[in-house]
């Protein structure tokens, strides 16, 4: 009786071990697909952040051309400029009177 409770611990010892052994592959797969994941988020953010930037070199490019372009035609065009400008106060002007009725 004392070899079959030997023989009985021994399986119990093995299958432990073997449970043992894939619980830490799967911890390891799951830590290096974790790294892989990161790393992933962070070349796609990487490249979303450099997307970012150009839209905004862009966006400040073409704001300067188009500030200069209406200095421009203000300089040219003074007159137009003051009228265009009461026009625009006017018509805002009329909206919030309408609004507040």
Do not use: W
């Not at 009985?8 to 043992?20: F, G, I």
């Not at 200069?68 to 805002?92: D, M, R």
């Amino acid at each position: 009786m004392a070899t079959t409770n030997a023989s009985t611990q021994t399986k119990a010892h093995d299958k432990v071990d073997q449970a043992a052994e894939a619980a830490h592959k799967g911890v390891d797969s799951a830590a290096q697909a974790a790294e892989r994941s990161e790393e992933q988020i962070r070349q796609v953010a990487n490249q979303i952040s450099d997307q970012a930037h150009k839209i905004s070199d862009q966006a400040k490019a073409q704001s300067e051309r188009v500030s200069t372009a209406v200095s421009s035609y203000t300089q040219e065009n003074p007159v137009k400029s003051v009228g265009i400008a009461f026009l625009a106060g006017a018509v805002v002007a009329g909206f919030l009177c309408s609004k507040r009725k």
